[in-house]
Every structure is written in structure tokens, then in C-alpha cells.
């Protein structure tokens, strides 16, 4: 159950639509009341009792399932819709996590099979009684290994405050979704049994689950944004191109942070068998619990203890992958065949993105030879030496040209000679390109008016200059995640990820925050009522913009640039994708 501590911390201002107030004792969720002065919502398996949020005039349903619990013969198989009945559910108290690894884990609570929960977040607005609020989706990062919405970072308590004070309220809601081997198993077991990339199910569920229910609490299933960062960005990314783009209404925006659809290799059906392939990591797993003998492996994964699969799961890393139903082709063939849902877009990266511990190659690149072979690791490999050699070519040894960026001729070289050359190829490829090239699909092929594309740029350091579990080390700079507690506008001193002391900062998260909330209710950025700032344009061919976002301590604060920084190099990528299986 969550403290009164953890109720302190994360309330907010806002606007609560006609949610019945329940009367009567306090009685178990196994009763037919909800405890007295609770807010409740009927939604169409019965009546949600949640917990009133006094500091944030808000309400909060907390751990509301929408799929059934993916444990005996469940496990590791798509979710299946919550279809039972409750009179009055208890949705007090956050809900376990699911399973995962890779040090995200830590500060999110309990670990449990039993995840496939959701939160929602209602501001108060009895000065609009009956209206339908618009509705923000968050779904986590954590390198599709890690994450769960019970972490205090992503506490959606801030930003609905903030809508409600701006006079824009939204409903905030965030989804559990199965990570690691639990929701992104593959090999041609997994292919056969029609189970691969569970956790992308389960996301499309929960969005299933809030088209319908969603008017319960006051939202509107007809203005939903899906919302996300790192892992949970390419995951949004992914429900844009899923089933050939067939999103049937279940959102009407997308906002896409430091990832797209765009990037990183996508294995198949073909790929899992080769060397380094997800089959043998599959094999690995069966052997280690047992299973390897048995005469369907799978099935037997289904029966192990919780702790011994646990612990095989934990020195693999799965990511989804081509299955035929939900990805049917790689992103950039969806891409070339206009096989995307059309929605409204607002995406971005960050400066230095290549910083980042897991996407720069730290204290490996010495030579020209060591490039030579990071690039041809790249994907899984799979360039010609002819395309290793444009590369390096565009990405010369000249320290001034690469990432961390605008730090001259420093080399950083305790991480590496040619360290900065290797992280301006890794944030180019994972982020900077992918987004670019998305940004300029949306841009030609949607009506602008109904459908607008707006583009960013983060260009702030952490306040202390590290980025707990990103970049702890050396350069930093405006590494990949630094721009996420800002949109969250969460002031909270105690995380690890901490706006800063300085209030330019803190007027930098308000404007994001702020702008993210205008384009949630408008599909427009702009209505943020903060003075001063650029008006940020829609993106466009002929004139593509980007607002870039610093502080007013950062050589001037926001500003807009045309968007043509490393234009050679990043249309070398958007040429290539289907040669890196992207």
C-alpha cells in the first residue's frame, strides 16, 4: 500500500468529471461499496474505487487491470482481456511492477507476474461539469528490459496539475506492460505458438481497454495521445506502423521522445538462427531451467518457478521483433509504403544522445581500425566494407565534429581517442536519424491541418552534470533521458533524476511541460500561455523547424533552428534502413 508519504508526493491541481462520489462503510474491495468519500468509476466490468489526492485536488486510480493476470498457463502468451465482474475494485495503492532487469528495476517496487495494471490520474473541474477531458498515455523506456509505472519519476500527478493550472485539463494515465524475456521472448517456438512480442500486446490492450472505459473516469476516447521515451517511444513508434497501420481509433497523437519507429535492427523469423540470433538465446534458457529435454520447451517455460526463470531471463535483453501480426515488415518498408496510422506527431531528440553509457563505445575506440569495427557491429552487422568506409569518411577523426558537441578539440580521451567520433555515430543512428526521417514522412504525407508534425531539439545538461543509470561518467552533456523529467515537471528533490536547485531550470519544465499539454488537448504546442518563448512552427519540407530547448542560463534560452544540423550523415542513415534491418 502506498504511504501517506508517497500520497504527499505526488499530488496535484485539477478538474474531476462527474466521477460518482461512493457512500456507505468502508468495506473490502469483495463488497458491494467502496469506502465513503472515495472517488469511484463504473466502468464495464463495475464500479473502481480509488483514493482522493487532497495536495493535487485529484483523484487516482491506481492498479485498475485490464488483462487478465499473465501467470500459470498465461504466462508468456498474449494477454488476454479482463473480462471478470467486481462490484467495487479496490485501485488504491500502486501495483506491482513487471519483472524486469538492467538497474531501472530499482526504486519502482515489488516485482510480480501479476502486472498487467494501469494508472489514472483525474483533476478536479467542477467548473465543467460532464465534459470530456483529453487523455495522455504513458508508456515507460527502460530498453524494453526494465520499468513499471509505480517509478516516482514518471508520476503523472505533475502534468495533469499543470493542465488544470494552465485551464487545459487532461486525464494522466500510465500502463504496466511485460518486459525481458517475460513480454519479449522470441525464437521459432515462440514464432509457431503465435506469442512474440507480448509486450506490445499488452500495451494495445491497455489502449483497447481505455477506448472503452476510459468515459468512466471523464476522459475522452476520442482525443488520446500515446506518449513515450527511450523503449516506450520506438513502442509508440511501433503502434503507428502496427498492423499496417491500423490503429482503429485508439489514438489521435503520438508523442515520441530521444525514439521512433526507426533505429535499432529488428530481428525475423530469418535473423533469430543467426550467430548472436534470439534462437540461441532462447536455447539457453530452456537449458538452464530444464526445459531443454522437454518436448515443447515453451510450455515448459510456462511451469517453471518464478525465481529459476527469473534468473535465466537476467542476462538476456529481447526487443520486439517481426512476427507477422503486429510488425509485418521492417519500419522503413512500412514507412516507403505508407503503411502508418495517420495521427498528429510531436517528436524529438537530444543533443549529445550518443553519451549515453549503453549506446557509446566508453574506452574501446583507439584507432581508426576500432571505428571501423564499431561501425560494422553496428545492427548485428550487415554494411558492405565499401559502406564502413562512406561512414568513416562522413565521420571524421576531428574532435570538434563530434559528440558530446560544440566541446572543440577536447577528446574526452580517457574514454577514448576517437571516443567522441564513436558517439556521434551511435546517437545518429538509434536516435537522430530515425527521428528526422519520421519527422519528414509525417511531414509529406499527412494533411498538415489535421494531422501537424512539430519537431525538437533538448539542448540542457543535467543540473550536476550525470544522469543517474545514462551517464554517470564523462561527458554527459545533454545525454539521452535528460529531457524527461522535465515534460514531467516532477519537482521531487529525492530522485535520482532531479529537475535542479535553479529556477531557470524549473522555468524550462514548465514551458515543456506546458507545451506537451497543448499539444495533447490542441494538437498544437503553442498554447501555453508563457511569454517570451519562440512560436514553435508546424514541421514542414520546405521550411523544416525545430524549437531547441535550453535554459535562460544556456546561451539565451529556447530558440528555433532550421533543421539541417549533420544533413549529409543523417540522410545516409534514412538511406540505409533496410540494409541495418530497421
Known amino acids: 500500500m502506498p504511504t501517506s508519504k508517497y500520497f504527499a508526493a505526488i499530488a496535484a491541481v485539477g478538474c474531476f468529471l462527474g466521477v460518482a462520489v461512493a457512500g456507505g462503510p468502508s468495506v473490502e474491495p469483495s463488497k458491494s461499496t467502496c469506502q465513503e468519500g472515495s472517488p469511484v468509476a463504473k466502468t464495464k466490468n463495475g464500479t473502481v474505487c480509488g483514493t482522493r489526492l487532497p495536495t493535487f485536488s485529484q483523484d487516482a486510480f491506481l492498479g485498475v487491470p485490464f488483462a487478465e493476470p499473465p501467470i500459470g498457463d498465461l504466462r508468456l502468451r498474449h494477454p488476454k482481456s479482463f473480462n471478470a465482474a467486481y462490484t467495487a475494485y479496490d485501485a488504491t495503492s500502486q501495483p506491482p511492477s513487471c519483472p524486469g532487469y538492467a538497474g531501472f528495476d530499482v526504486g519502482i517496487g515489488p516485482l510480480n507476474e501479476d502486472c498487467l495494471y494501469l494508472n489514472v490520474i483525474v483533476p478536479d473541474c467542477n467548473d465543467a461539469p460532464g465534459k470530456k477531458l483529453p487523455v495522455l498515455v504513458w508508456i515507460y523506456g527502460g530498453g524494453f528490459d526494465a520499468g513499471g509505472i509505480a517509478d516516482p519519476r514518471f508520476n503523472m500527478s505533475y502534468i495533469v496539475q499543470e493542465s488544470a493550472a494552465m485551464g487545459q485539463p ?4 500510465s500502463i504496466n506492460y511485460r518486459v525481458g524475456g517475460w513480454g519479449f521472448l522470441a525464437s521459432k517456438e515462440v514464432l509457431e505458438d503465435g506469442s512474440a512480442n507480448i509486450g506490445l500486446f499488452d500495451q494495445r490492450l491497455a489502449l483497447r481497454w481505455l477506448s472503452e472505459n476510459i468515459e468512466a473516469f471523464g476522459g475522452d476516447p476520442d482525443q488520446i495521445t500515446i506518449w513515450g521515451e527511450s523503449a516506450g517511444a520506438f513502442s509508440v513508434g511501433y503502434h503507428l506502423i502496427g498492423f499496417d497501420g491500423q490503429h482503429d481509433n485508439l489514438f489521435r497523437a503520438a508523442i515520441m521522445e530521444s525514439g521512433t519507429m526507426l533505429g535499432p535492427a529488428i530481428q525475423d523469423a530469418k535473423t533469430l538462427a543467426l550467430d548472436g540470433g534470439y534462437q540461441a538465446m532462447y536455447d539457453n534458457v530452456t537449458k538452464v531451467v530444464g526445459c531443454d529435454t522437454a518436448k515443447d520447451t515453451l510450455e515448459c517455460l510456462r511451469t517453471v518457478p518464478y525465481a529459476s526463470l527469473f534468473a535465466a531471463f537476467e542476462p538476456q535483453v529481447y526487443t520486439p521483433i517481426l512476427d507477422g501480426t503486429f510488425l509485418t515488415r521492417s519500419p522503413s518498408e512500412s514507412l516507403a509504403m505508407g503503411k502508418v496510422a495517420e495521427v498528429a506527431v510531436l517528436l524529438g531528440a537530444n543533443t549529445d544522445e550518443g553519451t549515453a553509457s549503453f549506446w557509446g563505445p566508453r574506452g574501446t575506440l583507439q584507432a581508426n581500425d576500432d571505428v571501423a569495427a ?18 568513416l569518411l562522413l565521420y571524421p577523426d576531428i ?4 559528440c558530446p558537441y560544440g566541446t572543440g578539440n577536447d577528446r574526452f580521451a580517457d574514454q577514448g581517442w576517437m571516443y567522441k567520433r564513436g558517439a556521434s555515430i551511435a546517437g545518429d543512428i538509434f536516435i537522430h ?7 519528414k514522412y509525417f511531414a509529406q504525407s499527412q494533411g498538415q491541418k489535421n494531422n501537424p508534425v512539430y519537431s525538437y531539439r533538448f539542448d540542457q545538461s543535467p543540473w550536476n552534470g550525470t544522469e543517474e543509470l545514462i551517464a554517470t561518467v564523462p561527458p554527459v552533456y545533454s545525454t539521452h533521458f535528460t529531457e524527461l523529467i522535465f515534460v514531467f515537471h516532477n519537482p521531487s528533490q529525492d530522485l535520482s533524476n532531479y529537475i535542479g536547485p535553479y529556477s531557470s531550470y524549473h522555468q524550462l519544465s514548465k514551458l515543456m511541460c506546458r507545451s506537451w499539454i497543448s499539444f495533447v488537448g490542441n494538437l498544437d504546442p503553442n498554447h501555453h500561455h508563457i511569454s517570451g518563448v519562440p512560436f514553435w512552427p508546424v514541421y514542414n519540407l520546405e521550411s523544416p523547424i525545430n524549437i531547441v530547448y535550453r535554459t535562460t542560463d544556456n546561451n539565451g534560452g529556447t530558440f528555433l533552428e532550421k533543421d539541417i544540423y549533420r544533413g549529409v550523415q543523417l540522410d545516409w542513415w534514412n538511406e540505409h534502413w533496410l540494409t541495418l534491418r530497421s
Open 170 to 173: 487532461i486525464l494522466g494515465v
Open 374 to 391: 564499431f561501425i560494422q557491429s553496428l545492427n548485428g552487422g550487415g554494411l558492405t566494407q565499401s559502406e564502413v568506409d562512406q561512414l
Open 399 to 402: 574532435p570538434s565534429l563530434g
Open 433 to 439: 536519424a530515425g527521428r528526422r526521417g519520421t519527422a
